[in-house]
């Protein structure tokens, strides 16, 4: 796994911050997911300037889960099935 100046680990995700190029101190951004207490990247990497849309867009997918999913019961954690 690359350099990360700052990172934010969850249970099973994390994200991984670093800057863009040695000359460029534009900070990016990995997606990072968890497997067996080892961390791998998830995503290819993208400009931290967009974190702001992703928090957006998963407010927004959270919002329609809990408006068009049923939750499951059978799991301690928060999983959500589609309504068939």
Not at 37 to 60: C, I, K, M, V
């Amino acid at each position: 796994m690359k350099y990360y100046q700052k990172t934010f680990l969850g249970e099973c995700l994390g994200i991984g911050l670093y800057s863009r190029g040695v000359n460029d101190p534009h900070v990016c951004l990995d997606i990072l997911i968890e497997d067996d207490d080892n961390w791998f990247e998830y995503s290819r990497g993208f400009s931290a300037s967009w974190l702001p849309e992703l928090h957006r867009l998963t407010q927004e997918a959270i919002l329609w889960l809990e408006n068009n999913c049923d939750k499951d019961t059978t799991t301690d954690i928060i999983c959500y099935i589609f309504r068939y």
